[in-house]
């Protein structure tokens, strides 16, 4: 009874060492006698007992390998870089994915470590942040050649984090900082000119415009002084009268304006009766004097002869 109980007890360990289970998204490979007999899927699956033996179970499933590189560009800018490798076991190259590498991670950080080496100190240390793209292409393309006939796929290639050393850093926000600084103020500066221009043409045209205005109130006070003096010539009162009672009218006149402002500096004026009889024959004499001028400049007029002392 128990020798059949022993060979009872070896049937059942038997039986249950013949199943196996694959879970979903991979892939068992069997091995019958140490050497490779098939791929077995997701699901159940029979296998010889002792005989054949479940080696290695892979993970069919997209992977992520992040490489971290030292390198150094064209203008001699040490950076530290992060490359993330996206990667997949091929399906139908399950076997060739475990027999022919024995590390594929390591693989695959060499070949990310060639490519990254021999692009980025083509570059200069701005051109690498803008072109990482290419860099990541170039990783891409390079792993996908390689790797492929190992039974691996590559996915994606990301250039995830370059980290220039912090003195490099520092310099960069420095120049940035100073040509931000440059820029405000050649704003600044172009604000500053547009505005002493503005103001310049205000006043120019402020200046025309009164220049304009003390013209016309010119114009109108020649009109009102010439008719006063046709209605007082009306009168029977003669011009050189006429204008003597204007002259002394606008003398009172000024004296006036002066008196009622309560702003006024001190301001000396003859007051006199005769005071505006003086200036109208000063203005009378200044200008007789100025057109015997202006007729002895004339060509043709004879200068008037000169008189010799004895």
Same mark, same amino acid.
Do not use: W
């Given at each position: 009874?128990?020798?059949?109980?022993?060979?009872?007890?070896?049937?059942?360990?038997?039986?249950?060492?013949?199943?196996?289970?694959?879970?979903?998204?991979?892939?068992?490979?069997?091995?019958?006698?140490?050497?490779?007999?098939?791929?077995?899927?997701?699901?159940?699956?029979?296998?010889?007992?002792?005989?054949?033996?479940?080696?290695?179970?892979m993970?069919?499933?997209?992977q992520q390998?992040?490489?971290?590189?030292d390198?150094?560009?064209l203008?001699?800018?040490?950076?530290?870089?992060k490359?993330?490798?996206q990667?997949?076991?091929?399906? #139908? /190259? +399950?076997?060739?994915s475990?027999y $022919?590498?024995?590390?594929p =991670?390591n693989?695959? !950080?060499?070949?990310?470590?060639d490519?990254?080496?021999a692009?980025v100190?083509?570059?200069?240390?701005d051109?690498v942040f803008?072109?990482?793209?290419?860099?990541?292409?170039a990783?891409?393309?390079?792993?996908?050649?390689a790797?492929?006939?190992y039974?691996?796929?590559?996915?994606k290639a990301l250039v995830?984090?370059?980290?220039p050393? #912090? /003195? +490099?850093?520092?310099?960069?926000? $420095?120049?940035?900082a100073? =040509?931000?600084?440059? !820029?405000?103020a050649?704003?600044e500066?172009?604000?500053?000119?547009?505005?002493?221009v503005?103001?310049?043409?205000?006043?120019?045209?402020s200046k025309?415009?009164?220049?304009?205005g003390?013209?016309?109130?010119?114009?109108?006070?020649a009109?009102?002084?010439?008719?006063s003096?046709k209605?007082?010539?009306?009168a029977?009162i003669?011009s050189q009268?006429a204008?003597?009672?204007i002259?002394i009218?606008?003398?009172?006149?000024?004296?006036h304006?002066?008196g009622?402002?309560n702003?006024s500096?001190l301001?000396l004026?003859?007051?006199?009766?005769?005071s505006a009889?003086?200036m109208l024959?000063?203005?009378?004499?200044?200008?007789?004097?100025?057109?015997?001028?202006?007729?002895l400049?004339?060509?043709g007029?004879?200068?008037p002869?000169?008189?010799?002392?004895?």
């Open positions: 009874m128990v020798f059949l109980g022993i060979i009872g007890f070896l049937a059942l360990i038997t039986l249950f060492a013949s199943f196996f289970t694959v879970k979903q998204a991979t892939a068992a490979i069997v091995e019958r006698l140490g050497k490779f007999h098939s791929v077995r899927q997701s699901g159940l699956h029979l296998k010889i007992p002792y005989i054949d033996q479940v080696t290695k179970r993970n069919l499933r997209i390998l992040d490489v971290i590189i390198t150094k560009t203008d001699n800018v040490f950076v530290r870089m490359v993330s490798v990667y997949q076991v091929i399906t #139908e /190259q +399950v076997a060739d475990f $022919r590498l024995e590390n =991670e693989q695959i !950080t060499s070949y990310v470590f490519v990254v080496r692009e100190p083509k570059m200069k240390l051109d803008v072109r990482k793209d290419d860099i990541a292409i990783v891409k393309g390079e792993l996908q050649e790797m492929q006939s039974g691996y796929d590559i996915i995830t984090d370059i980290d050393d #912090e /003195q +490099v850093k520092h310099a960069m926000n $420095r120049i940035n100073a =040509e931000r600084e440059k !820029t405000a050649e704003y500066s172009e604000a500053q000119r547009i505005r002493i503005a103001v310049a043409k205000a006043e120019a045209e025309k415009l009164q220049g304009q003390i013209a016309d109130q010119r114009r109108e006070i009109k009102g002084l010439e008719e003096v209605m007082l010539n009306s029977n003669s009268e204008s003597a009672l002259i009218t606008q003398h009172y006149d000024t004296l304006s002066i009622a402002s702003r500096n301001v004026l003859p007051n006199t009766p005769t009889s003086t024959n000063d203005l009378v004499v200044s200008m007789a004097a100025t057109q015997k001028m202006d007729d400049a004339k060509p007029v004879p200068e002869p000169r008189q010799h002392g004895h």
